[in-house]
């Protein structure tokens, strides 16, 4: 009997090639991610290094809604436009020189217009130029764990060292999802008015298909049309990532049934998993761990190398205030059984841990994280990647905030 998977996959790519011919299909990239556990449901060309074009925004819209948090910008706070901003090429606001601008204005204008004299606004708002902006836009990409994303501008305008891939960018997406709740629902702004006009959002799929609540398209020669877009149905949120469309319809349809095939999937994945967390995890509660040691002591065999446990047990052990979240359930026997396997896949790595099965409650529901806590950051991040060799998603739990400081992939 025919593999329905292996059926479902070919079907996506026949789809992809019809789409996407010639040219096209060389810079051709797509991604399907759950949004709570970061893992790949579907992927083509995941990895390959390609233009992102105005995706590039998402980054820059991550940057301002952070420096919005930390104060270090207000919305009603208004910015000047320097010359380089004028100077930027459409699509764009017509902003002009010496005039000024809102941010509040101005990330509604990359929103919707993909306002390329706006990104420039905002990044000259946050560092002394465009070009010290962008190193720290990819600063912020290998926090995040886009380990094949760097930035060159603010706008995602061509420049040939500006690369990102498939997979990055839905982490990027997840990122922006959980980060920055607060502000996300702005991304399914449909029409912005500014100064007598009326801007439409490129990205179509806003109000025309179930769920979908952003995130940010992109177009440049180089890179045809590109698209994040994110759709939520029941308890589950996806993440959908498409690289080289040969037109805006051609790549919405495939994008389409991409999600819908993600949707389908990930329904028989987790049939139990709990609606999708509105922010990130809470602190850590080590005080309230519910198992000081794993139940299940294992045996030290062969994880990579030899010599490999012993190594990253070795970093692992520090101040003990950080901690590594294997998966969110809606019961806590589900949590633990989580947290076994991690422990069996891990060859004894885990053996310095505390089981920390956490309950927190989202629009009145339980659910329970599973987490296990005790190491330092390096420690937590080797646990991770060698749980993910396993296939095993891994999120990285920070001391101070409790946040999830990386969205883990699975490959």
Known sequence: MINKALLSTLALILLAATLFPGDSLARYASVVMDSRTGQVIYSRNADKKLYPASLTKIMTLYMTFEALDRGQLRFDQMLSVSKRA???????????????????????????????????????????????????????????????????????????????????????GAAMIHDFPHYYNYLSLQKFDYKGKAYKNHNNLLGKYKGADGIKTGYIRASGFNLVASAKRGRNRLIGVVFGGRSAKSRDRHMKKLLDKGF?????????????????????????????????????????TPGTVAAIKKTAIGEGSWGIQVGAFSRADKARSQLNKANRLSNGLLDNGQFNIQRVTQNGTAIYRAQMVGFNEQGARNLCKALERKSMTCFVVSAGTGNLVRVADRN
């Open 264 to 304: 389908t999937k990930i329904e028989t994945i987790y049939p139990t998993t709990i609606p999708t967390p509105t922010t990130r995890p809470l602190r850590i509660a080590l005080g309230t761990s519910h198992q000081s040691k794993p139940a299940v002591q294992i045996a030290r065999s062969n994880i990579d």
């Open 86 to 172: 004028e100077g930027q090429a459409p699509t764009k606001l017509g902003l002009k020189r010496g005039g000024r601008i809102s941010v509040r204005d101005a990330v509604f204008g990359l929103i919707t217009k993909s306002a390329n004299d706006a990104a420039t606004v905002l990044a000259e708002a946050m560092a002394p130029t465009e070009a010290a902006f962008a190193r720290k836009m990819t600063e912020k990409a290998r926090k995040l764990g886009m380990q094949r994303t760097s930035f060159r501008n603010a706008s995602g305008l061509p420049n040939r060292r500006q690369k990102s891939t498939a997979r990055d960018m839905a982490i990027l």
